[in-house]
């Protein structure tokens, strides 16, 4: 499984930005899929997974209702439009097969900063 993010930089506080995720190598429409991230100095966190039809998102407390979790399984392609950010949402994002972010891809880095 491949799985590459693309989408990160440098915003301002309160600025938008969408991720995405092409994927290959596995069957991506059968698979919920995840957005984890990772803090300089933290652990890997939680933030958005998605169903395989798309039709139902689950989102961490600390993101909801910034942040949505979308697919296209056509394209075979993952999306993560963060809206409102925040300095603390500076992290390495990443798509991944599974909650914990054992196979995930290599990440894209947000920066939120003024």
């Known amino acids: 499984a491949q799985m590459v993010e693309s989408g990160g930089g440098l915003v301002q506080p309160g600025g938008s930005l969408r991720l995405s995720c092409a994927t290959s190598g596995f069957s991506f429409g059968i698979y919920y899929m995840y957005w984890i991230r990772q803090a300089p100095g933290k652990e890997l966190e939680w933030i958005s997974e998605?169903?395989?039809?798309?039709?139902?998102?689950f989102t961490a407390d600390s993101v909801k209702g910034r942040f949505t979790a979308s697919r296209d399984n056509a394209k075979k392609t993952l999306y993560l439009q963060m809206n409102s950010l925040k300095p603390e949402d500076t992290a390495q994002y990443y798509c991944a097969q599974d909650r914990r972010g054992t196979s995930r891809g290599q990440g894209t880095l947000v920066t939120v900063s003024s």
């Open positions: 998605i169903n395989p039809s798309g039709v139902n998102t």
